[in-house]
């Protein structure tokens, strides 16, 4: 497998957000619905853990609404996925997004990536063992498109470039806006992230397929 080349990955992001950019719209309406409810309570939550910031003992919110958004979320990542991998017509219109066998293999991977992601980015110490993790997130992309799990092969080199495109990039430009003290802007450049490394661990997943011998989509 060839390596990923990160600038290459960057300016194909980047040209595949606007010149897609009303297919994007298109996919989030229905995610961006189903979430609107707690959004208000996520940008109140955001900013208690700021740094600096007094975290009250008991955090409360609507269950409901909370997994509205984690639905929202997982349907969001899957038409991205799709719109990346299988183009315009992969979708059902407005982003809708039906529970399904696909959906609940995608939303139990998503829950066991996220814990390991929780794990590996509590410390700096373990934050190599996040590398680890890149064939899972390939994997997403894999069942979001109706491929049964499989292992994939990734170089180690390959890993480290997918990770410093999709976490390091986004989380200074986040880190940087966050300076800023803007909890609005904050929570939007988050959502913009979404989209970012969405887009871009697809384009990783096809450049890793499209090179593989032993590995096809």
């Known amino acids: 497998m060839t390596n990923i080349p990160i600038q290459k990955t960057i300016l194909a992001t980047l040209a595949f957000a606007f010149s897609n950019w009303k297919k994007l719209l ?3 309406i229905f995610p961006i619905l189903l979430a609107l409810p707690f959004l208000p309570e996520l940008v109140h939550l955001l900013s208690m853990l700021k740094p600096g910031s007094d975290v009250p003992e008991n955090i409360s919110f609507h269950i409901s609404y909370f997994l509205m958004f984690i639905y ?50 509590a410390s700096i110490y373990l934050l190599p063992f996040y590398l680890l993790l890149i064939p899972l997130t390939l994997n997403l992309v894999s069942i979001a498109n109706d491929v049964p799990y499989k292992r994939i092969e990734v170089t180690w080199q390959a890993r480290l470039n997918i990770f410093l495109i999709n976490f390091i ?21 988050s959502f913009i992230s979404i989209y970012w490394t969405s ?17 096809s989509h």
Do not use: H, W
């Open 199 to 215: 887009i871009s661990i697809a384009l990783c997943y096809k450049v890793i397929m499209a090179n593989s011998s032993t590995q």
């Open 26 to 28: 298109e996919a989030s």
């Open 72 to 121: 929202a979320s997982m349907a969001i990542l899957i038409n991205i996925y799709r719109l990346v991998i299988l183009g315009n017509n992969s979708i059902n219109r407005f982003g809708f997004v039906l529970p399904s066998l696909r959906f609940g293999r995608f939303f139990l991977l998503a829950i066991l990536l996220g814990i390991g992601q929780a794990v590996t980015l």
């Open 169 to 189: 990039g986004p989380f200074i430009l986040i880190s940087l806006i966050g300076l800023i003290e803007n909890s609005y802007l904050d929570s939007l450049f």
